[in-house]
């Protein structure tokens, strides 16, 4: 099975700031790779896929980036409703797998 | 508007069965795929299974934690999955979800462009 590490596995950052989170895979997954975005009590929220391609109605301040082995989501300015948890999950194979998550909290 | 509406989750003891739906409405339902993921209290995400379009011979793919205990399978006329979920474990406790699969030539199957509202499993004695 393909392993997925994110990191951090939590920060504390501003309003504002410029937020980027990194998963790896332990093998090639060329694109296949989607983040989501989950809140307390709440069902997750694709906002990538494909590694790159916004979902749609995701604002423009996510992006995502990388192919092979590296991704990064990137919240470009981070406002208050961003405060949540995101998870990368692979595609590119089965079983899929989601990294542990990322905790991204208010500083 | 896609809707997603899972049920049929409860308390159970260990060992016994049960089976959720997800109830699907506002797209095509026969076009596309559908995979369950799961949320173990205070947890993160794990998938579960999914389970291809009849379009392409409805093959199904599991995770190995309910492989050989678990079952995605549809009714294309009625708009459902289902998940038989047999053989149950206390860590089988979990709120769980069917996603809709998006799938395309250039980006392949992609799990989560819509999400239904979950429904907790709770297995103990």
């Known amino acids: 099975d393909i392993q997925m590490t994110q990191s951090p596995s939590a920060m504390s950052a501003s309003v504002g700031d410029r937020v980027t989170i990194t998963c790896r895979a332990s093998?090639?997954?060329?694109?296949?790779l989607a983040w989501f975005q989950q809140k307390p009590g709440k069902v997750p929220k694709r906002l990538i896929y494909?590694?790159?391609s916004l979902q749609s109605g995701v604002p423009s301040r996510f992006s995502g980036s990388g192919s092979g082995t590296e991704f990064t989501l990137t919240i470009s300015s981070l406002q208050p409703e961003d405060f949540a948890i995101y998870y990368c999950?692979?595609?590119?194979?089965?079983?899929?797998?989601f990294g542990q998550g990322t905790k991204v909290e208010i500083k | 508007e896609v809707q997603l509406v899972e049920s049929g989750g409860g308390l159970v003891q260990p060992g016994r069965s049960l089976r959720l739906s997800c109830t699907a409405s506002g797209f095509a339902f026969g076009d596309y795929a559908l995979s369950w993921v799961r949320q173990a209290p205070g947890m993160g995400l794990e998938w579960v299974g999914f389970i291809k379009s009849q379009i392409y011979g409805g093959t199904t793919q599991y995770a190995a934690s309910v492989e050989g205990r678990f079952t995605i399978s549809r009714d294309d006329s009625n708009s459902i999955a289902y998940l038989q979920m047999n053989s149950l474990k206390t860590e089988d406790t979990a709120v769980y979800y069917c996603t809709r699969v998006s799938h395309s030539v250039s980006t392949g199957y992609s799990e989560g462009d819509y999400w239904g509202q979950g429904t907790l499993v709770t297995v103990s004695s």
């Open positions: 494909a590694a790159s």
């Open positions: 093998q090639d997954i060329s694109n296949y």
């Open positions: 999950l692979q595609q590119n194979s089965y079983p899929r797998t």
